[in-house]
């Protein structure tokens, strides 16, 4: 069904509790300044428009304009998804990743309705998708080994502006991979600074490359306004140093 773009939380609630019924909820949370969100705006519509997708409620929400909803999820990341069903949420993603959101979905309903995988429909698509992804995984294999130095600092450079904060972690916000990103995120959560991220273990020349593109040897790494900030112990000596560091950065 067509994407509801929500305009308060009046209509929120009422989207969520008196006409979702049985329905899944997918709830999209983007901002107008995340780069990532612009792209994957037109995924989300395409995916709500599919046949399969009619029993699902596709709901946008704009983080910013609506932020008692945010804070009632506790969004800091986007884009960020939550599938929810009977009030209950079901999963939560976070990342611009249409596969992996697609896979989740399809998950999700099987839980809800197993009978839907009996169709074929579902299993089919989820198997074209695995197809997909190990052709595209191959591509990106390719693409990797051509990518030259100037190609990759231009992508480098590219990510570290998508967004005016952006956070290279291992995991993503809603699963850190390690204790030293889990306690940035903490502390960007802590001064309520809305962030992009990068979850650097998905991809390996982002890893390398930006290590030496930053000077810095270890992750997390932060950027702010496209300038590398620091990892863990930078960030926490700044703020002892000045407690609205990071908000007198994003303002400069």
């Known amino acids: 069904m067509p994407v509801i773009e929500i305009d308060d939380q009046d209509q929120f609630t009422h989207l969520t509790t ?11 949370f983007h901002t107008s300044w995340a780069e990532p969100c612009k792209a994957l705006k037109q995924v989300f519509e395409a995916i709500s428009n599919e046949p399969s997708n009619t029993g699902v409620s596709f709901l946008s929400i704009d983080a910013d304009e609506n932020s008692e ?5 506790e969004i800091s990341a986007v884009p960020y998804f939550i599938l929810i069903h009977k009030g209950t949420v079901l999963k939560e993603l976070s990342g611009a990743d249409p596969k992996e959101f697609v896979s989740l979905l399809e998950n999700c309903k099987l839980s809800i309705n197993p009978k839907l995988a009996q169709t074929g429909t579902i299993t089919e698509d989820a198997n074209v998708n695995e197809e997909n992804q190990n052709e595209d995984d191959e591509d990106d294999d390719e693409e990797e ?3 030259t130095e100037d190609q990759i600092n231009a992508r480098l450079t590219k990510l570290v502006n998508a967004a005016p904060v952006m956070l290279f972690m291992k995991g993503s916000p809603s ?9 940035l995120v903490g ?13 650097i273990l998905r991809d390996d020349a982002v890893r390398q490359n930006l ?19 620091g990892g863990l112990d930078i ?15 994003l303002q400069t």
């Open 18 to 28: 008196t006409v979702a019924g049985d329905k899944l909820i997918v709830l999209y």
């Open 69 to 73: 909803i945010s804070e009632l999820f």
């Open 145 to 147: 080994e051509e990518e």
């Open 175 to 183: 699963e850190p991979k390690c204790g030293f990103s889990r306690q």
């Open 187 to 199: 502390i960007l959560r802590e001064h309520e600074v809305r962030f992009g991220f990068f979850d």
């Open 211 to 229: 290590k030496k593109f930053s000077e810095w040897p270890t992750f997390p790494q932060l950027y702010m306004n496209g300038e590398f900030q």
């Open 235 to 249: 960030i926490k000596e700044s703020l002892e140093e000045d407690p609205d560091f990071l908000q007198h950065t």
